[in-house]
């Protein structure tokens, strides 16, 4: 078996080219959404009080475990709560086999680490509409005083299922299923018509 360590990762989006369209007179200001490239994904599931997966995660990402409802970032790494039990570890691409190996060597009793990466793709979307924009398709309260920095959300956008990472009030992070990702781009891409709104590959 060849290591994932050694293959190229490739976008779920590589397919997809940029996209431009102009500010409108009178727009609150345009919205750019970055294909965010091929990142290491990694779906652990294990309880809460696992005093030594903590410890690992402290050492591989720079934090514990986070809350509900909530992301923690350090660097090019975060972990993202998606339930009571569920976390998902993000990292620069080409270090899944060093954290799952970690992860699983530790003994820290009944834990699964599962990569994920080419399963899911992920985009970056900047800019003061960018949450009125993702509003016009998803039901759940985006605005700042709801959804804050630090917050992340698993719900629907459209027809697909993503997590939603607000990274700042004028940057939310997505997250959906490789299958999806084109169908998202082009969602948002028409929903931001009327800001002004540019896509851009990895």
Not at 70 to 75: A, N, R, T, V
Not at 101 to 122: F, R
Not at 140 to 154: E, R, V
Request: glycine letters at 8%; one cysteine or more.
């Amino acid at each position: 078996m060849v290591s994932s360590a050694v293959l190229p990762g490739q976008s779920p989006l590589a397919d997809i080219p940029r996209q431009s369209h102009e500010t409108p007179k009178g727009s609150p200001g345009k919205v750019t959404i970055r294909d965010a490239g091929p990142m290491d994904l990694i779906n652990l599931r294990c309880q809460r009080d696992n005093r030594k997966i903590s410890a690992i995660l402290k050492k591989l990402a720079g934090n514990g475990f986070a809350s509900a409802n909530q992301f923690l970032k350090s660097g090019d790494r975060a972990i993202v709560c998606l339930g009571p039990d569920e976390w998902l570890i993000m990292a620069e691409a080409g270090t899944s086999s060093t954290i799952t190996a970690a992860l699983e060597t530790a003994n820290a009793g009944h834990i699964a680490a599962t990569e994920v990466s080419s399963a899911m793709g992920i985009l970056t979307i900047n800019g003061k509409t960018c949450r009125d924009m993702l509003a016009k398709h998803c039901a759940i309260d985006l605005d700042c005083s709801s959804f804050k920095a630090g917050d992340a959300a698993q719900t629907i956008l459209g027809h697909a299922g993503v997590i939603l990472l607000a990274s700042a009030d004028d940057q939310i992070t997505l997250i959906g299923r490789s299958s999806f990702m084109p169908y998202l781009v082009a969602l948002l891409v028409d929903a931001g018509l009327e800001y002004g709104v540019e896509y851009r590959p990895a």
